[in-house]
C-alpha cells in the first residue's frame, strides 16, 4: 500500500492491528476531521481553531459523542468500538475519568479501522451524526 490518504487494506490485515494501535491511527483520523471541519466552517484565528479543536478533541467529549453514536453502529463496529474500550491503557488524563478515557480509545479505535479499510463514506457518516446540533 503506498497511499496512505486512501488505505484500503484487507480486513484480515487490518484485524491483526492491536486495538491500541488501530486507536493511534483513529486518534490522527479524528483530529483531523475536526480542525478540516473547522477550518472549513470559516474559523480562521489560530488561537480560536486550537481551542475549539480540542473541545472536540478530548477524552469527555469523544466519549459523549460514542454516546450518540452506539445506538447507531453494525454489530461488527460495536465489536470493534467494544475491544477498543476494552483495550489496557497505560494511564488516563486529568480531564477525563477511566470510563471516558476507554470510551475515547473505543471511538478512536473504530475511525482507525474503518479508515484502514478504506471506509471513508461510513466515517464522515459517523462524524456527521457527531458534530450534528
Known sequence: ????????????DVN????????HVGDGVYELLV????????????QD??????????????ARAMEKLLPLLTEEESAIYRRGRNAKVHGVPQ???VAEYHSA????????????????????ELFALITEE
Open 1 to 12: 500500500m503506498s497511499d496512505y490518504f486512501h488505505p484500503h487494506m484487507n480486513p484480515e
Open 16 to 23: 491483526r492491528i492491536s486495538m491500541l494501535g488501530l486507536a
Open 35 to 46: 480542525r478540516t471541519m473547522l477550518c472549513t466552517d470559516g474559523h480562521l484565528a489560530i
Open 49 to 62: 481553531l486550537h481551542r475549539t479543536t480540542v473541545r472536540y478533541v478530548n477524552a469527555p467529549a469523544q
Open 95 to 97: 480531564n477525563a475519568s
Open 105 to 124: 480509545t473505543g471511538l478512536e479505535a473504530l475511525f482507525g479501522w474503518l479508515y484502514l479499510l478504506g471506509r471513508s463514506e461510513r466515517i464522515s
